[in-house]
C-alpha cells in the first residue's frame, strides 16, 4: 500500500493530505519558482483527481512562462473546457495567443474573459492590448475606459490610453494620462520611457532627458541611453550626452546613430573623431 503523501513531503505534514490541501502546496511551489517540483505534483494530483482544473491552469502557467507556448494554449483549451468559471483560463489564453502573434485569437480570448467576469479590468486591458494590435484603435479605447471606469488604479490600461492619445495626436491629453501611469507605476521602465517621448515630443528635452534617465536605471537598453543621449544633446549637457552616447554603444556597438550623436558632439567642439567609436 502506497504511504501517504505527507509521509514523503515534509511540507505536507501541516496542511494535510486533502485535494486542497495538495493544491495549496502546488501553488506555494509555483509562487516560489520551483516549477520542476510543482509539475510532478501536479501530476500525482491530477492522477487522483483528473478534473481538478486549478491544477490544470497552473502547469499552463508553468509552460506559458517556459516557453512552451503550444503545449500551453492546449492544456489552458482544456481548463476552460472544464471549468464551470474559466476565466483565468480565458485571461492565460490571452496572454499565450498574444505571445504568439495570434491577435484575433487573443481578442476572442479576452472578450470570452470579458464576459466571464463582467468586473474584470485585467480582461477589459487585454482586449484593449489586442484591438490595438489589430489597428482596432477605437474599440481599444472603449476597452481602456472600461478597465479605468472598473479599477481607476489599473496603471497599465491608463498607460496604454495615454498611448492612443499620443497616436492620435492629443500630446496634452497623452501627457496627463502618462503622467497619472507613471504616478500609479513608478518603477515600469516602458511608462518612463514613454513619458520621455511625449515630453520630446512636446519640445521638454530637460523633462524628457529626466525621464529617460529613470528609464535607463531601471531597464538599461541600447534605445533609451540613445534617446538619453539626444536629450541631453538638446539641453546643452553634453558630457551627459556622451556618456549615454556611449553607453548606448557597449549595450550595442552598430547603433548607427549613437555613433552620429557622438560624432555630432565632436563636431561642435572641432574635436577630430581620429578614434571612431568601434562598430564590431
Excluded at 121 to 126: C, N, P, S, W
Excluded at 210 to 220: K, N
Amino acid at each position: 500500500m502506497k504511504p501517504p503523501a505527507t509521509q514523503w513531503i515534509p511540507e505536507l505534514r501541516t496542511l494535510g493530505d486533502s485535494p486542497d490541501a495538495r493544491l495549496s502546496f502546488v501553488q506555494g511551489l509555483y509562487r516560489r519558482g520551483e516549477y520542476d517540483r510543482a509539475l510532478a505534483e501536479i501530476e500525482r494530483l491530477s492522477a487522483g483527481d483528473p478534473a481538478n482544473t486549478d491544477a490544470a491552469l497552473i502547469r499552463a502557467r508553468i509552460l506559458y512562462e517556459r516557453g512552451d507556448l503550444e503545449t500551453a494554449e492546449t492544456v489552458a483549451y482544456r481548463a476552460v473546457r472544464d471549468n464551470p468559471h474559466p476565466v483565468n483560463a480565458w485571461l492565460l489564453l490571452a496572454l499565450i495567443h498574444g505571445e504568439r502573434g495570434h491577435w484575433k485569437e487573443a481578442a476572442r480570448a479576452a472578450a470570452e474573459a470579458a464576459a466571464a467576469d463582467p468586473e474584470s479590468d485585467t480582461a477589459l486591458l487585454r482586449l484593449g492590448d489586442a484591438l490595438g494590435m489589430l489597428q482596432d484603435f477605437k474599440r481599444a479605447a472603449r476597452a481602456y475606459r472600461k478597465a479605468l471606469r472598473l479599477n481607476p488604479c489599473n496603471a497599465a490600461a491608463r498607460r496604454q490610453q495615454a498611448k492612443l492619445y499620443a497616436r492620435a495626436g492629443d500630446t496634452p491629453r497623452a501627457l496627463a494620462a502618462m503622467r497619472h501611469a507613471a504616478a500609479l507605476n513608478a518603477a515600469d521602465p516602458d511608462t518612463r520611457e514613454s513619458l520621455g517621448d511625449l515630453y520630446a515630443r512636446a519640445g521638454e528635452h530637460e523633462r524628457a532627458f529626466h525621464q529617460y534617465r529613470l528609464a535607463a536605471d531601471l531597464h538599461p537598453s541600447d534605445n533609451v541611453y540613445l534617446k538619453a543621449g539626444r536629450a541631453a544633446a538638446r539641453i546643452g549637457r553634453d558630457m551627459e550626452a556622451l556618456t549615454h552616447f556611449r553607453r548606448a554603444l557597449s549595450l550595442n556597438p552598430r547603433l548607427a546613430a549613437a555613433h552620429d550623436g557622438l560624432n555630432d558632439l565632436y563636431r561642435r567642439y572641432d574635436a577630430p573623431a581620429a578614434e571612431p567609436e568601434p562598430r564590431a
